[in-house]
């Protein structure tokens, strides 16, 4: 059982820069991904960004050129610098552990309960 917790949201305006954190109760095997996922209301779940163990690294569209994941082993965390922030990027920003199936993808077995982040304009 692994229990994920995120902290680092809050209220921002657009332009700005925040850095979620996720962190586990314990070490994530090696076999498993971590995974940032967005949702605001009336719209689904968004896929972020997620990094595996062995530090390959995938980003969502949206992502791309401005947000960075990242891992420290040490610490059994997980963040995620996000730059340049836009008012569509407002959300509950979870994240989510789990094991590699098959060739690619990923079984996300655990969740946290999400930090909020705010863009206002």
């Known amino acids: 059982q692994v229990q994920l917790i995120e902290s680092g949201g809050g209220s921002v305006q657009a332009g700005e820069s925040l850095t979620l954190s996720c962190g586990a109760s314990?070490?994530?095997?090696?076999?498993?991904?971590v995974g940032w996922f967005r949702q605001s209301a009336g719209t689904d779940r968004e896929f972020v960004a997620r990094?595996?163990?062995?530090?390959?690294?995938h980003y969502g569209d949206s992502a791309k050129g401005r947000f960075t994941i990242s891992r420290d082993s040490v610490k059994n965390t997980v963040y995620l610098q996000m730059n340049s922030l836009k008012p569509e990027d407002t959300g509950l920003y979870r994240c989510?552990?789990?094991?590699?199936?098959?060739?690619?993808?990923?079984?996300?077995?655990?969740w946290g309960r999400g930090t909020q982040v705010t863009v206002s304009s």
């Open positions: 989510a552990a789990g094991p590699t199936v098959g060739a690619s993808q990923i079984r996300y077995d655990y």
């Open positions: 314990g070490r994530f095997p090696s076999n498993y991904a």
């Open positions: 990094v595996k163990m062995n530090g390959d690294i």
